[in-house]
């Protein structure tokens, strides 16, 4: 259980940083390390060299724009705990952060490092799609943003380069209407089902519905038959209960050691009526 | 690129108020720095890829899996292990706590259990047991069925006084 051999650096630019990544197609970025190290450790990843983020400025700071919080890709999920602006602008990043292993991990971790591992089971790979958060890259091309809608594209997948780094992610506070849910075996485990939910209330109804899915299927996806439905009438009991029908029906679960395809598409039922039960929030 | 990327490189660190510095692998975790290269055997490594707990440490004052993080990582800050707990022969009362409350049996997994608890008490010296649960579920002990130790850091924090300073070694 000790990691392969690699070189390491620790730029004190961005510039250096994504240079290192054009130079050599098998580095990799490290910023808390907290997924990447157990992969090191089981020797599932063998990356030529580690550049580490940490000296790097630039990327720390949750800053309220309005319509939308810049996350930096540094920030550590204890700093998402415990801010101030997450908590009263994207209650639903407080809600999802307590979900994310235990404090140990949270105080090493990153959001822009969950973000980019686009590990279907992460947290915030589901939060982000439902929210329709927007990420900022830099690459040896220049600087692009890219609609959470077109960054997760797979199992540990995103359309970020091998060689561009995520550095903020703007996340819209419009979405006032909000659920996270997650099934785990405990606290702290990898979530077998998660679930996210947002919209805009108006008018009595629920407008712009987002609702994703996450560990269940394999990959990060949202749930358009149930956003479609959303649409269609206020939030109630039995529009929640025709949600979770739909959500049954739209989804191929996977199976593994940790709960067959059956148990899995329940789950994201129940999730699903729990998440659209509780969108009534930020009415 | 003004700096080249290196397979070996000089790390230094503060254990427990004290300096510490060794060329090492940059593959080299910090617990592996802790144990091997500062001979600071009381960080345990159980399962070595993050799940037990049982490496915690303080990182500039913050638990962190010591297996999980590179010793390059760690330059420049100041790490506080199990060792600092102790004064000599003299348990700290977390320390005392665990003893009275019977919180550990075989102790593989205690190091980890102890400085997790430092670092809540630190930030929140009147933890609810809800609290304490929470932050103890970060580390795996087959031993005590947790509700021994969940106890002793609620004794720990009822006499309100634990030590939270790292002595020297």
Known sequence: MK????RYVAPRTLDEAVDHLAADPDAKVLSGGQSLMPLLAMRLAAPSILV?????????????????????????????????VIAQRLPILSSAVVHIA??????????????????????????????????HAVGPRGRRTIEADDFFVGPFTSTLAEDEILTHVSVPTTRTAWSFQEAAVKRGDYGLALVAATGIPRDGQLAEARVTVGAAVGSVRRLTDVERLLSQGPVTDALAQEAAVTAAASIDPISDIHGNSEYRRKLVASLVRRAVRELTNGA | ?????????????????????????????????????????????????????????????????????LAVQAEGRQIRTVESL?????LNPLQRAFREQHGLQCGFCTAGFLMTATALLE??????????????????????????????IEQAAAEGQTDTEGEDQ
């Open chain 2, 1 to 69: 690129m003004s700096i080249t990327p290196e397979e070996r490189l000089d790390v230094s660190m503060t254990i427990n108020g004290r300096r510490y510095r060794a060329t090492v692998e940059a593959r080299r975790t910090l617990a592996d720095f802790l144990r091997e290269d500062a001979q600071l055997p009381g960080t345990k490594l159980g399962c070595e890829h993050g799940v037990c707990g049982a490496c915690t440490v303080l990182l500039d004052d913050l638990p962190a899996r010591a297996c999980l993080t």
């Open chain 2, 123 to 152: 930030e929140n010296p009147t933890p609810t047991r809800e609290d304490i649960v929470e932050t103890v579920s970060g580390s795996l002990c087959r031993c005590t069925g947790y509700q021994t130790i969940v106890s002793a």
């Open chain 1, 102 to 135: 235990h404090p140990q991990i949270r105080s090493r971790g990153t959001f822009g490092g969950s973000t980019a591992h686009a590990d279907p089971s992460g947290e915030w790979p589901t939060v982000l799609l439902a929210l329709g958060a927007t990420m």
């Open chain 1, 3 to 6: 990691p392969p051999k690699f």
């Open chain 1, 52 to 84: 580490d983020l940490q000296h790097v400025p630039g990327l720390d700071g949750i800053e309220d724009q309005g319509s939308s919080v810049l996350i930096g890709a540094g920030v550590t999920h204890r700093e998402i705990e415990r801010s101030d």
């Open chain 2, 86 to 90: 102790a004064d000599g022969q003299e």
